[in-house]
C-alpha cells in the first residue's frame, strides 16, 4: 500500500485527479470504478477542468441507494451524472451504475456482478472511506459479501450520510452495492480520505491488522493500493 499525505482537501483533489488522468491517457478504454460522497467531488472537478476524453472510457459505479429513484437529488446517480458524467464525454451506454429503483434488487445485483465479472474486473477503482471503515457499502459484518448485493445500512452509516438529506428519515435502509470481489478484482485501487471523522477508519487501515470489523483494513491484502489522504485524518 503506498501512502501519500497531504496537506489539504485542495491537494489531495489535485493528485487524485493525476492518478485518474494518466489512466485515462495511458489506457483511453479503461474501466474505471467510480466511488460517490463528497471526498472526491473536488477531485472529479479537476478531471473535468482537464478536458480528458472519456469516448472510450467504462465505468462501474460501487453502489447506489436503494430503493431511490435516480430523480432524487441525493441518488448516487444524480451525483454522477452532476459531478462528472453529464460534464464529459463518456457515452451513456458505457455508464454502470446499480439501480435504486429496479424492482427485482437480487436479479439487479446479480446482473451487475456478472457484467464485472465478464469485463474483467476495473483498471482503476476510486474509493472514499465511511467514518466505521466501510467501502462501498460493504458495512463491518463477521462476514463480509463476496458478489454485488442488497446490504443494509448500519446506523452510523445513516446518521453520517443524513447531512445530505432533509432529515435522518429520508436516507434510505439498504443498498445495492459491489461486494469485495468488485473492489479487490481492480488492478489498482485509489483509496481517497479526508477529515477528522475518519481517523478511527485511518487508524484500522494503517494498523498490522486486517478485521472484517473495519472492511477498509482488508485493502491491505491488494497488490496495488494508492492512499491519498489528508494530514488532519492521523
Ligand atoms: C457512502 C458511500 C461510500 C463513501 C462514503 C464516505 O457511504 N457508500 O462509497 O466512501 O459514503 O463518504 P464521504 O466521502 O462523504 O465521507
Redesign the pocket.
Known sequence: MKKIVCKDYEEMSAMAADVIAFQIKSKPDSVIGF??????VGAYKRLVEMDLDFSRITSFN??EYYPLERDNPQSYYRFMHDNLFGLVNIPDGNINIPDGECENPIAECEDYDKKLIKIGGTDLQI????NNG????IEPNDDLPLATGVFELDDD?IA??SRFFENAGDVPKK?LSMGLRGIFNSRHILLLIS?KAKANAVKRLLDETVSTQAPASLLKLHPKVTVIMTEDTQ
Open positions: 466511488a460517490t460522497g463528497s471526498t472526491p460501487l453502489d474509493l472514499g472511506i465511511g466501510h467501502i462501498a457499502f452509516t453520517a450520510n443498498a477529515g
